[in-house]
């Protein structure tokens, strides 16, 4: 028995010796990409995410990281803060203007002002949008688009004039912390919370991604953003960031873009091979 018991034990000692060899050697292995990066390291960015977006993207962990190489090398090139995460902890200078802002009305858009603006690839996105909406009989009106550091100032302080600080700040962004000074962000038709019920509001929802639109500030989520839920609000983050965010982030921006600013740099420092 006394033996029996013995070889027991050193079989099980062996036992969990190879499998933390193994574990080791797993976690040391390079993952499969132009990214150079251990399972370990890569296992690590995921850390602050919730369990179950974290179980997306290891399930598809080389998927993920060849997107992820595309948006560092578009972030790298992009002199405009394309995936800058602007919220009320991070701000724009009051000097931000984006470089390739074109007016609205003389692209063709249905808007509800002249002189409204957005950068060129949002346009660009925005103008294959509008030509599939209208092909459903959808009519997309641009209510709102690329506001200054100073037209923002004025905006937020004749909120705060008309309903207090404590709740223009639910959903009015300080100068500098507005999305919209990143001339990507659209305000379509009313913005109100009934646009969400409309054939344009839901035509939206269902399709803005796949032209590179996002939603910014979702219902239920008004803890994490800091902004009531806003329907009508979306942001160009390029097709290639609305893709990852649908499959991986659950369509949540705010995790997205929170976490590409996190390991951003983290990324482009091992990428290999750079456009």
Not at 55 to 66: G, H, Y
Not at 232 to 247: C, M, Q, S
Request: proline content about 3%; aromatic content about 14%; hydrophobic content about 35%.
């Amino acid at each position: 028995m006394k033996s029996f018991i013995y070889h027991f034990v050193i079989i099980a000692s062996l036992s969990l010796f190879m499998i933390s060899c193994v574990k080791a050697n797993s976690d040391d292995k390079y993952v499969e990409g132009n990214i150079k990066i251990t399972q370990k390291e890569f296992t690590e960015t995921l850390r602050n995410l919730p369990p179950d977006i974290k179980e997306n993207i290891l399930k598809d962990r080389a998927v993920f990281l060849s997107y992820i190489e595309r948006l560092i090398i578009i972030s790298d090139q992009d002199n405009n803060f394309i995936f800058f995460p602007v919220d009320k902890t991070r701000n724009l200078s009051d000097k931000f203007t984006p470089s390739d802002l074109k007016e609205l009305d003389k692209e063709g858009f249905s808007v509800n002002k002249k002189g409204m603006q957005l950068r060129a690839n949002a346009i660009t996105a925005l103008k294959e949008m509008n030509a599939d909406a209208t092909a459903n009989i959808i009519e997309l009106l641009v209510s709102s688009a690329f506001r200054s550091y100073e037209y923002q100032k004025n905006l937020y302080n004749y909120y705060i004039s008309i309903h207090g600080k404590e709740k223009a700040d639910k959903y009015s962004a300080l100068p500098g912390a507005s999305q919209h000074q990143l001339g990507t962000v659209v305000d379509f038709g009313s913005i109100t919370l009934a646009f969400q019920d409309t054939p344009e509001g839901k035509w939206i929802k269902e399709n803005g991604w796949k032209y590179g639109f996002s939603l910014s500030y979702p219902l239920n989520y008004e803890e994490e953003t800091g902004y009531n839920y806003e329907p009508w609000h979306y942001r160009y983050i390029t097709k290639e960031g609305a893709l990852v965010e649908k499959v991986f982030f659950n369509g949540l921006q705010y995790l997205f873009l929170n976490y590409l600013a996190e390991y951003e740099s983290f990324f482009l420092d091992r990428l290999q091979i750079k456009n």
